[in-house]
């Protein structure tokens, strides 16, 4: 079935987008990956690419709102009115203290995710504890990756055909299990399309 197959509406979607992408980095990070002195080049990149995509009220879009590019990402799709949805793998404050405030100017981010939040059409929603029991994150243990699943789950529901995985990556491994490399081989072992932006 096609995206055309659907007109878009509030049930169907024209457009899912799926972010994934690098936490700002922490001040003491030993080798930089997104340093603050990128933030306004890789904005303007994801800001290039939804505009590409011609991204707009029609569309939804799903994140996590870690500080940098998740935050960039959930900024510039609420500025074109892509309906935001926030997926955590903890509840607020835990996600802020371990996802917003290590980064650089940790205290601004916290403010932006806050910002974010207040204009979304619904609250984050918070993964549970436990993974469901025959789900694809049943035998995953890290909270991490298991947000990753569930971000995917909840977007391919919407038809692989819609979904677009719109990332902010260096092609590299990550810090540690559920990062963006493994959002990216997630999305292309399931048929989503993947749109790269380097850092």
Known sequence: MSVSDHPPSPLHPRQVFLFSGHIMDAPDRPAPRFPPAREAHAAARIAEALDALGAGPADIGYTQGAAGADLL???????????????????????????????????????????????????PRVMTREPAAGGSDAAVTNPFERCNLWLLDTALAWGADRLKLVCLWNGEGGDGAGGTAHMVAETRRRGGEVIRIPP
């Open 73 to 123: 990402f959930a900024e510039a799709a609420l500025q074109r009115g892509v309906r935001m949805q926030l997926l955590l793998p903890f509840e607020v404050d835990e996600f802020v203290r371990r996802s917003v405030l290590p980064a650089a100017h940790g205290e601004h981010w916290r403010e932006r995710f806050y910002a974010v939040r207040a204009r979304l059409d619904r609250p």
